[in-house]
């Protein structure tokens, strides 16, 4: 069984910066796309970041580019995303999640299996 498992999460003034983490554990697992979504207070979960199997190829959400990276450490086990200049409406729960078959980096959820709990990331005006 693949457990995700993000952290890094917290309250931030405006402008200011915050590393998320995902970190997956169980069998051995070789994802072809592992993705951040969001999602805010009584909207839908929506695409933040994602990064393909090879690690080379990348997508970012236009709201978040160019404030947001996304890589993953040499062992491929952990996925990071580095958020910068954070803005209020960045405020969300945090999602990490997997696929290991499908569209690469897909923006819809659905097209994802395997899901981390969630890290509140707050953002103060």
């Known amino acids: 069984q693949v457990q995700l498992v993000e952290s890094g999460g917290g309250l931030v003034q405006a402008g200011g910066s915050l590393r998320l983490a995902c970190a997956a554990s169980?069998?051995?697992?070789?994802?072809?796309?592992t993705v951040w979504f969001r999602q805010a207070p009584g909207l839908e979960r929506e695409f933040v970041a994602g990064?393909?199997?090879?690690?080379?190829?990348?997508d970012t959400a236009d709201s978040v580019k160019g404030r947001f990276t996304i890589w993953r450490d040499n062992d491929q086990t952990t996925v990071y995303l580095q958020m910068n200049n954070l803005k209020p409406e960045d405020t969300a729960v945090y999602y990490c999640?997997?696929?290991?078959?499908?569209?690469?980096?897909?923006?819809?959820?659905?097209?994802?299996?395997?899901w981390g709990q969630g890290t509140q990331v707050t953002v103060s005006s």
């Open positions: 169980g069998r051995t697992f070789s994802p072809i796309s």
């Open positions: 990064i393909a199997w090879n690690g080379g190829t990348t």
């Open positions: 999640a997997a696929a290991s078959w499908g569209p690469l980096l897909a923006r819809q959820p659905a097209h994802y299996s395997y």
